[in-house]
């Protein structure tokens, strides 16, 4: 029992309580998923059998991360467990199961683009108007009314629903929504709602000979950041729990402070239903943080006391304080990416800190982009999660398609995607004369292929034609090897040849990457990679085409094939729960951006964007460095915002203020100093200290300044400014409009200030 020292003494009253519903409810970074870890390999020790423990994490890495912890305490045993998401266990489950569904057990997982497509083509084909009918609205209603579990009879049923869409002006959403679900029927499809509303289906409509050899398989169920499980999740959980009264081993661990996905149905009340749905839960909370160092956690706990609804925590530290926050105020959003990449270097010198321990965290992806380029220049290796992943490049998502026909022939998005790429003469004509077929006979896509009237010999014949080579693929999904059977694939539909035609240097970088599509197959038949162990590994793995287009169409943001390097992490704050890196940057720290411009309006929505700064900064251990800019490139033109509200919740005692930059406090003098005019009409600043700007130079030579062009600010020249006072342009860069020049001012202790050309009035001397 000699790991159980490494855990304090809540921590270890947890790992070893009795059987029965636990809950480990406490903040940020004091062990949460050390406990369940420890629960597990605990369970193991006691002689639990590993697949008869199922474990649900937030990404498939997490649960990857967790086993290999497992393994060094209690060895092999720990692959055996079941661990993964929600999402890639419920769908290992339903393939086992998908016929009593009346799905094929080889089912494609629809994803968004997909589930968007395939709504496009019903909206058009029903003839209302794709303005009122957006497709992203429609599918977040659809979505909403799944996780409700609400099938298109009880939405049609529901009086509120159906007035809010005929206030709405949109009275056919339930018809669409009745449309999709019969569409993904025929195409043998289930979205990532379905994999939760079926799988609910499957459990409640067969009591005796599927859930009950679920509870019978799974004796421990454990579920880490509990506060993001949805209702249907949690209504999922409740049925695999045995109910009589001495079985109900569900462990769950989280923080309501932490819950981030409101938008995805999940609320903090399912923690609050909890202790009301097992009246005899053991409740664990642990106080102490072992991530992060005082001022870190401090100002995580300033910062959150502004939500009104949230449990009563505290939570301390005993880490000394090293170091203050960092607050980097930047003129540009190119200036920011700048001046994060030269700090990551000045602290790898300094501290000699490996890559892996740094990350940029954005609240939208489209931030990553100026990071890389500066990450780039500076020559330091780098990762961006979630965003254009590589499995959304086109060519990546066309074999996928071709692999997924091969799987699934019914699969009608996918067939539609590739049936006429590379051409084979069939017209996008004959393709919505097979579509009204289908509708007509109400049949799979596939079906209707054949039973087309009126169209043309060629279109018949390469019709025919294709019909026959997807046939052979299908035959051989259960003889041959799927890396085998997918390099076939690339070969004989054409797809590698049509790329190999374009031989510039980014068609060839297409060729590699449906190449390393391959590859990953081979690792994955192989066992070599994670992919094999995601979706729950079980004692026979499963290593067949179709259960590796599961893992694919599943892994989340946060998830990545690629072997682990040293390399620093990019991604959003939503991805980055859970983790935690000594060195860390969370930028963009603006109004409108982070809290979003659409949480503004919204007390709740405001509430959740603060939760989700509670997450970012938590996740840092000891260097933290938050970034605003004056003025960022956003909707195709500069916009200016003033800094974030959530900068004004620390307090100053915990930020360093170093070289002149400020505080959020002294944002508007410095902006007024250095730029003027840059805000955008219509929005106004939530606050602004318009104090003196304290000038260095005397009244006499303020009165002789004049301005010079922006032209004749280059490097080597002396200049003066007017709070500044003298000094010499060391560099000027950036694009035409958005010219920023370094600059060394001689009173100044502050070694370059960085100044964008447009908006400061600087006078060339003569030296
Ligand atoms: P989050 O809410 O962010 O998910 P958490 O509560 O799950 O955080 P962990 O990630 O489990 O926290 O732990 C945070 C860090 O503290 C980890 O590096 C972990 O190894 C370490 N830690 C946890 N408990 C102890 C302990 N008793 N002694 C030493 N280190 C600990
Ligand atoms: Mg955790």
Excluded at 79 to 89: D, E, K, L, M, Q
Excluded at 465 to 493: G, P, Y
Aim: charged letters at 25%; glycine letters at 6%; proline letters at 3%.
């Amino acid at each position: 029992m000699d790991f159980l020292t490494g855990l304090n003494d809540v921590q270890k009253a947890a790992v070893t309580a009795a059987d029965g519903p636990t809950l480990v409810i406490a903040g940020p970074g004091s062990g949460k998923t050390r406990v369940l870890t420890y629960r597990i390999a605990w369970l193991l020790q006691q002689g639990v059998a590993p697949d008869q423990i199922l474990t649900l994490t937030f990404t498939n890495k997490a649960a990857k991360e967790m086993k290999e912890r497992i393994s060094h305490v209690m060895g092999n045993a720990a692959n055996r467990v079941w661990a993964g998401t929600f999402h890639s266990i419920f769908a290992r489950i339903l393939r086992a199961e998908a016929s009593k569904l009346g799905f094929p057990a080889t089912f494609t997982v629809y994803d968004t683009d997909d589930s968007s497509s395939l709504l496009r083509s019903i909206i058009q084909e029903m003839q209302l108007d794709p303005q009122v009918y957006n497709v992203g609205a429609v599918r977040s209603r659809i979505s909403l009314a799944k996780s409700n579990l609400m099938t298109p009879q009880v939405y049609r049923s529901n009086e509120e629903w159906m007035t809010q869409d005929r206030q709405q002006k949109k009275p056919f959403i339930v018809d669409i929504y009745e449309k999709y679900m019969q569409r993904c029927k025929l195409a043998g499809a289930m979205d990532f709602d379905d994999l939760l509303l079926q799988l609910f289906r499957l459990l409640r409509d067969n009591p005796d000979n599927v859930l009950e050899k679920y509870r019978q398989k799974f004796q421990y169920i454990h579920v880490d950041e509990f506060q993001d499980t949805n209702f249907l999740q949690y209504a999922i959980l409740r049925r695999l729990i045995k109910y009589d009264g001495s079985k109900e081993n569900l462990f769950v661990v989280g923080d309501d402070a932490q819950s981030i996905y409101a938008f995805r149905g999940a609320t903090i009340d399912n923690i609050i239903d909890f202790e009301r749905d097992f009246p005899d839960l053991k409740v664990y909370k642990l106080e102490q943080n072992y991530r992060s160092t005082h001022h870190i956690v401090a100002a995580a706990n300033q910062v959150i006391s502004h939500n009104k609804k949230q449990l009563q925590k505290t939570i301390w530290t005993d880490k000394n304080e090293r170091h203050k926050i960092k607050l980097l105020k930047c003129l540009t959003d190119d200036e920011e990416a700048k001046r994060v990449a030269d700090l990551i270097l000045e602290y790898k010198n300094r501290y000699h800190i490996p890559n892996q321990e740094i990350a940029i965290l954005y609240r939208t992806n489209a931030q990553s982009r100026k990071f890389e380029e500066y990450l780039r220049r500076q020559n330091l290796a780098y990762r961006v999660f979630g965003g254009m992943s590589f499995y959304q490049r086109k060519e990546v998502k066309d074999l996928v398609a071709y692999l997924r026909i091969a799987v699934n022939p019914i699969d009608e998005e996918a067939m539609r995607r590739v049936i006429n790429y590379p051409t084979r003469g069939i017209s996008d004509s004959t393709l919505q004369k097979i579509g009204k077929v289908a509708n007509q006979l109400n049949c799979s896509f596939w079906d209707a292929m054949t039973q087309v009237p009126d169209i043309t010999d060629r279109a018949k014949k390469s019709i025919a034609a294709f019909r026959t080579l997807v046939l052979k693929w299908q035959e051989q999904t259960t003889k041959a090897n799927a890396s085998q059977l997918a390099t076939d694939i690339l070969r004989q539909s054409g797809l590698l040849d049509t790329l190999k035609a374009d031989t510039s240097p980014e068609g060839q970088s297409k060729v590699e990457n449906v190449v390393s599509v391959i590859d990953a197959i081979a690792e994955f038949v192989n066992g070599e990679v994670p992919a094999a162990e995601i979706a729950g590994a079980d004692e026979v793995q499963d290593k067949s085409l179709a259960a590796y287009l599961q893992t694919v169409t599943l892994l989340t943001d946060a998830d990545d094939n690629k072997q682990d390097t040293d390399r620093i992490t990019l991604m959003s704050v939503h991805s980055a729960k859970g983790l935690e890196f000594q060195c860390l940057f969370v930028t963009g720290m603006e109004e409108q951006l982070f809290p979003s411009f659409m949480s503004s309006e919204d007390p709740n929505g405001l509430d959740e964007e603060r939760r989700l700064f509670y997450v970012a900064i938590t996740r840092a251990k000891e260097l933290l460095t938050l970034t605003y800019c004056q003025n960022r490139y956003r909707y195709g033109q500069i916009r200016s915002f003033p800094p974030s509200r959530f900068l004004e919740e620390i307090g100053p005692e915990h930020f360093e203020i170093s070289g002149g930059f400020g505080s959020a406090r002294n944002a508007g003098r410095e902006q007024e100093a250095v730029s003027n005019g840059a805000r955008v009409s219509g929005v106004t600043p939530i606050r602004r200290n318009n104090g003196p700007i304290q000038s260095t130079i005397s009244a006499a030579a303020q009165a002789a300044f004049t301005a010079s062009p922006a032209e004749a600010i280059v490097a080597g020249v002396t200049v003066l400014h007017l709070k500044f006072g003298k000094g010499t342009v060391v560099s000027v860069e950036g694009p035409k409009d958005g010219k920023i020049a370094a600059i060394q001012f001689e009173q100044d202790d502050v070694p370059e200030r960085r100044i964008v050309l447009k908006f400061a009035k600087l006078q060339v001397l003569d030296s």
